[in-house]
């Protein structure tokens, strides 16, 4: 009897697991499900501006605390000399975003607790269109007390070479802001 129910307990989480992964969502336990997190946020548009006040706090349990101090600090000093620094929604760099979507994400390395995912992250300013192409963005990634999150991120197409990761950015504003 108890050799069943271990069985039928076993079976029931296998096929909870596929169900997870067949609607598309990775499990938590997996670095891309911070990205599917923040991308669907990002359509609902329900995150806000990196320069708005509850920014850290809104965005805390998707950003280390590495990133979130890079933002804060190069927010503050391009606000005091004048820098127009980042003037895209921050996950996708796009201009007046009506639709987000993670249109794929693949584990490129994983070693402990550090993860580099290679994704494709597409937009459309317009309401009635539907995402179907995207651009090629580089996530790192940190599990921190057990839970993935986004330590730094660059875009990787061709018009974006000479544009430094979002970290460095906001890390030296003064060399690459405008």
Partial sequence: MMRAVLIAASLAFAVA???S???????????RAVLQ?????????????????????????YLTDGL???????????????INLYDGEFFTGSQDVAHAKLI???????AGDTATVQAVVGTTDDPAAEVKTGDHVRYEMK??????KIDDFKN??????????????FSDPVRYGQ
């Fill in 156 to 169: 990787l197409e061709p018009y974006a070479k000479s544009q430094p990761s979002i970290k460095t950015l």
């Fill in 17 to 19: 697991a596929v169900a």
């Fill in 37 to 61: 997190e923040v991308i669907t946020l990002t359509d609902q548009r329900a995150l806000p501006s990196w320069s708005d006040r509850d920014f850290p706090a809104k965005l805390r349990p």
């Fill in 68 to 82: 979130l101090a890079a933002v804060a600090k190069g927010g503050k000093i391009a606000a005091a000399k004048g």
């Fill in 143 to 148: 599990r921190v007390a057990g839970v993935w």
């Fill in 104 to 110: 794929s994400a693949e584990i490129a390395k994983l």
């Fill in 21 to 31: 992964t067949d609607a598309g969502q990775p499990p938590a336990s997996d670095p």
